[in-house]
Every structure is written in C-alpha cells, then in structure tokens.
C-alpha cells in the first residue's frame, strides 16, 4: 500500500494527468479483468505451482463465447456460461496433467496455453470478433453510482476468494500442499484432489477476466489477455506471496496488481517506449522472485 502511495505521488510529479479522475478511472478498470485472474493465479501459486496457460484461458474462452453470441445465435448469458465452462476445462485439463499424470506445472501449462492459443486462431481466423450484444455491455463498461460494476465484480471475487483461502477447508489444504506436498498427504490430505480443484478454480476465474474484458471492449481477439499469465505472476510475487508455495495472502495480490497496472500506466504516460516497458515488466519479475528466492533461503 505504501508503494503504491509513492508511486502515485512520483507520477503526479512526472505528469499533472496522472491522478486526474480519469486516469484513475482507466487504472481500475483495467485492473479489473487481471486482477480476477492473478487472484486465480494466486491460489495456484499458493499451491506450490503456477500455470501459464492463464492468458491463454482468458483470450480461448472469451472466443468461445464471442462466437456463440455473434455466428451461433446462442442467448448471451448462455455464451457466457458456455465461456466459464470452457475456462474448468482448460484448468481441468491442467490439474489432471499436473496433479495425476505428474507432469511438471512449467511444461503442461505451457502446452495447455498453446493448445489454446492455436484453437483461438482458428475459431476466430485471427480476426476480431465485435459488435457484441448489448445485453452484456453493463458488465464492462456500466457502473452502479460513480463505481465501474466490473471493480465491484472485482471486489466480490477477492472477498470470495480471500474467504475461501483462509476461512475453508479447501484453503487450508492448498496451503498445506504448498508447504509440502509430502507432509499434506500423509497428513491425510487427498493432494492430487485438491491440486486439481485448484487448477479448475484458476481456469474459472480466467474465463471471468475474459468475459470482462470482452464486454469491456466490445470485441474478442487473439490478443486479448495477452501477458496475463506473466502479469498475474507478477502481480502475486509483488503482492507477496511466496514463489515455492505454502505463504502469503490473496488480498495482497490486488494490491500488486494495481501497482503494476500503475506503474505501466505511469509509464505510458512519460511516454516510455512499449519495447521498453515489457523490458522492464521482465526485470521486475526477475527482481520481485530473486528477493522472494533470498528472503527464503535467509529464513531457512
């Protein structure tokens, strides 16, 4: 939070648009649909493991439900089911690759990602997909008072999940796995079980950031959620869970989210190159891991 409050008063500096309503207004909203993900992600993580196959998910299920809308004739809310669906199955088919087949989390989620990535192309011919119905332009784009509907969805979901996470059963399992997966199965602890519900949860919840950030486009294209397996990743070490499992807290992963979503947009503003920001983007994955890596060798 501090971090946050001192980046905001750098930019202010650097820029006098930065802190505008409206600046910040395009950060929550652009907040919304990764920081939905990165909170799936965070369960992942927590876990002891990680999945790249995240962006994919949201860019695969959105297209499923894009196409259903537009060329099927299908009801919208029907679409969007169908799009959450096809987001348990892709996390499915990561927790069983994963947690059953023994594959490492690295290598079947990246397979997962391209296998989506290459069905998006040819769903869509890698071309958009727009002029989507209006009846699910309010999830994006609409706001209940002055509060864009798609942060409170936000909000909820880390409410659920941060609840979840901690209050649950399910929670304390998958931070007993990410602890050690050894000591939580002969505890007792079904881990394979858990380690794939945990996987379909994060292909949830990436089906969702899809669906927001369709409506809130108007449009599905094969970039959509581009980098949001990095940026989620991010987002989680930055919010200070911990890279080897078993540590941290869900709700601070929001808070990692939007100062990554500040600090490129910052960024943009100074007129920082893109070449250049995603060159930053990998340094500070690389700095935000090393110092998790230290601080825990340092504690063993």
């Known amino acids: 939070m501090i971090a946050i409050l001192v980046m905001g008063v750098f930019f202010s500096l650097m820029s006098p648009y930065f802190l505008t309503g409206q600046n910040l207004k395009n950060i929550l909203l652009q ?34 439900g894009a196409y259903l809308m537009r060329f099927v004739g299908v009801n919208p809310w029907v679409a969007i089911f ?13 927790g069983l690759l994963v947690a059953y087949i023994g594959l490492p989390a690295f290598i079947a989620t990246l397979g997962t990602q391209m296998v989506c990535q290459s069905f998006s192309k040819i769903i869509t011919n890698a071309t958009p997909i727009a002029r989507l119905p209006k009846e699910i332009a309010f999830l994006g784009r609409g706001y209940l008072g002055p509060i864009p509907i798609c942060v409170l969805i936000m909000l909820a979901i880390y409410a659920v999940v941060q609840f ?10 998958i931070f007993a796995i990410g602890g050690g997966s050894e000591a939580a199965y002969f505890a007792g ?4 079980r858990y380690l794939c519900i945990t ?12 669906v927001l950030l369709m409506s809130r486009l108007d449009s599905v294209s ?48 100074m007129d920082v190159e893109p070449f250049y920001q995603n060159a930053i983007k990998g340094a500070v994955l690389i700095i935000a891991i090393t110092a998790d890596v230290l601080r825990n060798k340092k504690k063993n």
Do not use: H, W
């Open 189 to 192: 602890i079904p881990t394979k």
């Open 31 to 64: 907040c919304a649909a990764l920081a939905i993900v990165a909170s799936g992600q965070a369960l992942i993580v927590i876990s002891g493991n990680l999945d790249l196959s995240l962006g994919q998910c949201v860019c695969f299920s959105s297209v499923i």
């Open 199 to 210: 996987y379909v949860i994060g292909g949830l919840l990436a089906a969702v950031g899809g």
């Open 164 to 173: 979840v996470s901690t209050k649950t059963r399910l929670g304390r399992n």
């Open 222 to 269: 094969i970039s959509n959620g581009s980098q949001y397996e990095f940026d989620s990743l991010i987002a989680c070490v930055i919010g200070g869970l911990s890279t080897t499992g078993g540590k941290g807290r869900v709700v601070g992963v929001l808070f990692g989210t939007i100062f990554l979503i500040m600090f490129f947009n910052g960024m943009t503003m």
């Open 82 to 94: 169908c799009a959450l669906i096809v987001g348990c199955m892709v996390g499915l088919c990561n």
